[in-house]
């Protein structure tokens, strides 16, 4: 296997030893209803899907409603398209087959059991002989196929170009529409299926284009070459997912793109390379989670972006009452399952305003000092938590997100790692090389390192494994190892547009991921004059993302783009104050749909270091009392190597206040 780099360094397997999770397999011991027709009727029954071979059904809801469907006994809750679906077409597809399609074999009048059945989903779809991908399919014809060319040395931006050329000659004025390239629940589905099968959604009678059912169904209106970046992007998710743990052949991802979309594009069935069921990797890892931060798939409700997405990981089990759970009820409770299961991740916004600082570690170094060298700890690790808690994350569980990306950068929180001399894993026969060990070696101005006295204090810390207990013999060094004091951090004050051109141009233009996620993400899509997105979004915010995202283009086009000279935006300080706001939400790794969240919470800053100024967000009840707190860039991990921002307390140097800082711009050297 070679490694490859076709995918931003967003997110990574943590150099620590993971425990497999292993939940049992309650799939395997639990009947499910399948679903089969027989002389026109649906008929099903209750069995061990494993036992059996039966289908998958991936589809987008619409706007159900609850209707009698021919050859179905009561009613069903489907739109109108979908029931027209289910029964002229469905049959055809399935044949004698057991299928499982969730609006059929799930009682939607209960509400536990719809719920109940988002644990189980990922394993459904993953031991079906092959899953039916139902495309809407609005505006893509059978001829658009024939105007393609899926040759391998086709990139993107040719398929979209081509599309484009063949639509402005053959289908002018009409658009493309498909919701199984923007909502959430289809990415999971695809990415488990390892053998797919396409299928029109459409019936005969709606097979024009433009139908009212179609319009009254869907809000997405897509270009040819935003249709053509969403399905690569859904094609090399499901291309990349079939062996999680090690890297594949950048060549096989490739191969299994192009015939995803090939596949799309002729109604084809298509089968991934590499294992026939795809196993459950521990932890959401590269491609099948952190890929998708520039995603903008939506969901009707906050809550199934944990619900949708973190059942295909083995670590998660859905919480008995999560029925009644909010998202940020999940989201805490999802990333104390990781905690708990030994990942260790931290949630990008502060976990609460001042934490002391032997508790600014992460998880997988969660420490504790005491005198009593009698006190041991519990075997059992649920037992061990309940006397030493994991740190907590916050009162209100962040912002809601309101497209995948949103989620995905909420899991991106720096690591903070200490170091330890002599170090954890040090056994007893070793210690006597570290009792002359110099504790120097770190400057005395860093607050972020202090040394503890020998036989005098124990070190207890938390493996992911186990408990590890030290009684240094000498004296023992606990450190930040990477700090520097920053010279200065002011809130931002600007008057005019000239001002704010010249700010984004000095602290955006270095950032080499999150704004460009933005770009091809939800920027792009507020702007569009054509999209429906911008329904329910604030016009302040609406403002805000068209002037960002002209900017950015007229920097990145040769020659510049005069265009944000010839647009009209508010000529006053409210609109200036709003895109410097989400400018920075951008920069730290926020996006748009905090920005009601933020202005209670957060304040935009200037930090200087180094001869740099670099855009970030610190707590706003920090702004009024300036002097009480002094700023360092620490040393951190995850994604990447990156710095965090810390408000040091003066008056108490054992407590520091986080704030939110970029990661993806360049301050080597420090």
């Known amino acids: 296997m070679t490694e490859r780099n076709d995918t931003a360094d967003v997110g990574h397997e943590p150099a620590v030893s993971i425990p497999v999770i292993n939940n049992g397999d309650r799939f395997a011991q639990q009947k499910f209803k399948l679903c089969y027709f027989e002389s026109g009727r649906l008929l099903s029954a209750d069995i061990f899907p494993m036992a059996f071979q039966y289908l998958a059904i991936s589809h987008v809801w619409g706007q159900p409603k609850w209707q009698h469907i021919p050859g179905i006994q009561g009613q ?9 679906f289910i029964a002229q077409r469905l049959p055809g597809l399935v044949g004698a087959d057991y299928f499982w399609m969730d609006i059929l074999c799930v009682d939607q009048k209960d509400k536990g059991a719809r719920v109940a059945v988002t644990q189980y989903i990922p394993r459904i779809f993953r031991h079906a002989q092959r899953t039916i991908f139902v495309k809407d399919d609005v505006g893509i014809q059978m001829c658009c196929a024939g105007a393609m060319d899926f040759s391998s040395t086709v990139g993107e931006g040719d398929l979209g170009e081509l599309l484009t050329i063949h639509r402005d000659r053959f289908h002018r004025g009409q658009y493309i529409n498909e919701r199984m390239l923007t909502r959430l629940w289809i990415l999971e589905e695809t990415i488990l299926s390892n053998t797919i099968q396409f299928a029109n959604g459409r019936c005969i009678e709606d097979s024009d284009n433009n139908s009212d059912i179609s319009v009254q169904e869907t809000a997405v209106h897509l270009s040819s070459t935003r249709f053509v970046w969403k399905l690569r992007e859904l094609a090399k998710a499901w291309a990349g997912a079939f062996h999680p743990w090690e890297s594949t052949p950048k060549s096989a991802i490739d191969q299994d793109s192009l015939s995803f979309i090939h596949g799309y594009f002729n109604n084809g069935t298509i089968q991934r390379s590499g294992v026939n069921i795809r196993p459950l990797h521990p932890f959401p890892e590269v491609h099948t989670f952190y890929a998708h931060i520039s995603s903008t798939r939506r969901t009707s409700k906050p809550r199934d972006f944990i619900l949708a997405t973190m059942p295909q990981y083995s670590f998660y089990q859905v919480p008995s009452n999560a029925r009644d759970m909010s998202y940020r009820e999940l989201f805490k409770d999802c990333v104390y399952q990781l905690w708990k299961s030994g990942f260790p991740m931290q949630p990008l916004v502060p976990r609460n305003v001042a934490l002391k600082l032997s508790e600014l570690a992460t998880p997988e170094h969660q420490f504790t000092f005491q005198e009593d060298e009698n006190a041991s700890f519990p075997q059992d690790r649920e037992e061990t938590l309940c006397r030493f808690p994991l740190p907590e994350i916050g009162h209100d569980g962040g912002p809601e997100p309101a497209c995948l990306g949103d989620l995905v950068k909420l899991f ?11 170090p954890l ?3 007893n026969a070793d ?3 570290y009792q002359t060990f110099p504790v120097e070696g770190i400057s005395e101005s ?26 240094p013999l000498c004296r023992t060094r606990i450190s930040i190892p990477r700090a520097r004091k920053v010279d200065s951090v002011m809130e931002i004050k600007i008057d005019s547009e000239s001002e704010l051109l010249s700010l984004l141009k000095e602290t955006v233009s270095s950032s080499r991921i999150m704004w460009p996620a933005a770009i091809l993400g939800e920027l792009h899509e507020i702007a569009q004059p054509t999209s429906t997105v911008q329904e329910g979004v604030p016009a302040e915010i ?3 993302s068209k002037f960002l995202h002209i900017w950015w283009l007229s920097q990145h086009s040769d020659p510049p783009s005069p265009e944000i000279a010839d647009s009209k935006f508010p000529d006053d300080n409210t609109f200036i104050d709003n895109a410097v706001r989400l400018a920075a939400l951008i920069t730290c790794g926020l996006g748009s749909s905090t920005f009601e969240w933020s202005k209670q919470n957060l304040t935009p800053a200037l930090v200087s270091i180094a001869g740099k100024r670099i855009m970030s967000l610190i707590p706003t009840f920090l702004c009024h009392r300036k002097s009480e707190y002094e700023y360092w860039l620490v040393g951190a991990v995850m994604p990447g190597d990156r710095w965090a921002l810390l408000a040091l307390d003066r008056r108490d140097k054992a407590l520091v206040t986080p704030c939110i800082f970029p990661w993806d711009v360049d301050l080597d050297p420090l």
Do not use: M, Q
């Open 425 to 427: 894993d040090a056994k």
């Open 412 to 422: 991106c929180g720096p690591r903070i790692l200490w170091d330890f001399y002599p």
């Open 431 to 433: 210690l006597d090389k």
């Open 542 to 544: 609406h403002f805000a």
């Open 446 to 471: 860093n607050p972020f390192s202090a040394i503890l006295p020998a036989d005098i204090t124990w070190i207890k810390v938390d493996y992911p494994e186990n408990w590890r207990v030290l009684r």
């Open 76 to 84: 069903v809750l489907a739109s109108d398209s979908k029931a027209k």
